[in-house]
């Protein structure tokens, strides 16, 4: 057929992490005893209580269409939490229960952006923002930060970056990739250049919940009424409560934009599962005790595999403080031989460490830094240790 496909659709990538937890799967399936520093999902079951909910839903009968932006309970459940943890007044009409963080994205972009109009992605970033950007017809301004910035957006390059055209930015914290937080200071900075240039913050606070030592998760929304007003708050249920397989996101918006994100899921999913919505309500107002320790037991991992990076040689790391994943700079592995080829890029290295090493790690081009790495320690603690000791092994081994 000679029939033109979307122009649109063409230009998106596919997922890389996906792909690389997809091929680590695939080597396990053939008896490969494979180390998965890919997955962006936590290694624990869902809670059991959560899971309980779930069945007692089904056995309910709670199995029909709900409401298209999510049901009253949740809605009730996730405004409880965001008073009490993010510190932010919302009424259950400004929130809007989607299938997950990514689709949450998507509504918000949905909504927000006409064509050609600009967001504002600091890199490095959760590599699905510019792709869901493009789709929703806007135009990614990657705004690059440094590791002597601990890889965050400052005030100053988000003023530079603005233009006529500039309807959002997007302000990750804590981030994927690099496990960094923004400080009360450096938010306070960011939000005052969003009011003076009158655009949106979409606030993705996915990890808010994982979050390790001293500093606190800092809601941008929270400052006053003008940063409120212009922020879209998202997260979900999948990262801290281990449900990235139930698909539940939500959003705190103003009504005017939660009303219209609701009509356009009513016609674009209608309402997320009716059981997960059940389960999302036992997660946010049942026992956090399964939270907290799955939260410590990634805060024992995170000091584990930081401490095995720094001693590792060609390879350096900041001190992750949030999610669960550590952003590896290994722009000096570049250029070294392996068994006499020369390794010419971070995703040839991963290709090494994944067919020789049996250990599956992302490349970060796509997360707009190309001589990086990500590690996820979602994964069991011997995992990791077995992991590191493959990764030092390979380059003890480069010449
Ligand atoms: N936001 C960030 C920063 C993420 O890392 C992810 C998932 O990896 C999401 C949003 C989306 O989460 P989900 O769609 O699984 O709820």
Redesign the pocket.
């Known amino acids: 057929m000679s029939l033109e496909l979307s122009k649109k659709a063409a230009e998106v990538k596919p997922s890389s992490t996906l792909a690389i937890t997809a091929k680590a799967k695939e080597l396990r399936a053939q008896g490969k005893d494979v180390v998965g520093f890919g997955a962006?999902e936590p290694d624990f079951n869902t809670p059991e209580n959560i899971c309980n909910a779930a069945i007692k839903a089904i056995n309910d009968g709670f199995t029909k269409y709900t409401p298209a932006s999510g049901i009253h309970e949740l809605k009730e459940a996730v405004c409880k939490k965001f008073k009490s943890f993010n510190h932010l007044e919302y009424t259950p009409d400004q929130i809007v229960i989607s299938n997950?963080?990514?689709h949450s994205l998507t509504n918000i972009f949905t909504v927000l952006l006409n064509p050609g109009d600009e967001v504002v992605i600091p890199a490095p970033y959760?590599l699905s923002y510019p792709e869901i950007v493009k789709l929703a017809g806007g135009v990614p301004v990657i705004v690059t930060a440094t590791e002597e910035q601990g890889y965050k957006l400052t005030a100053e390059a988000l003023k530079e970056a603005i233009t006529d055209k500039t309807k959002a930015v997007v302000i990750?914290t804590p981030n994927?990739p690099t496990g960094m937080l923004y400080t009360e200071a450096e938010l306070r900075a960011i939000a005052d250049v969003v009011i003076e240039n009158d655009i949106y913050v979409v606030a993705?606070e996915?990890y808010e919940k994982l979050v390790y030592g001293e500093q606190e998760h800092i809601s941008i929304a929270s400052f006053g009424k003008e940063i409120y007003d212009r922020t879209i708050t998202c997260s979900?249920l999948?990262k801290s409560y281990s449900m990235?397989g139930w698909r539940i996101?939500y959003t705190g918006s103003s009504k005017e934009i939660a009303k219209m994100m609701g009509s356009v899921q009513s016609h674009q999913t209608s309402n997320p599962n009716s059981i997960a919505q059940i389960a999302a309500v036992e997660a946010l107002n049942g026992p956090q005790d399964s939270v907290e320790k799955m939260h410590s037991e990634f805060d024992r991992r995170r000091k584990y595999i930081y401490k095995r990076i720094c001693d590792m040689p060609l390879i350096h790391t900041i001190e992750p403080k949030g999610a669960f994943y550590v952003f590896v700079d290994a722009a000096q592995v570049i250029g070294k031989s392996y068994q006499g080829r020369k390794i010419g890029s971070i995703a040839e290295m991963a290709e090494i460490l994944i067919n020789d090493y049996n250990t599956a790690v992302v490349p970060c081009a796509d997360f707009g830094f190309a001589n990086h790495l990500r590690l996820s320690y979602a994964i069991a603690m011997e995992q990791i240790e077995k992991g590191m000791d493959r990764i030092e092994s390979f380059l003890k081994e480069l010449k």
Request: hydrophobic share 25%; proline share 0%.
């Open positions: 962006g997950g963080g990514k959760w990750n994927n993705d996915m979900g999948a990235t996101g």
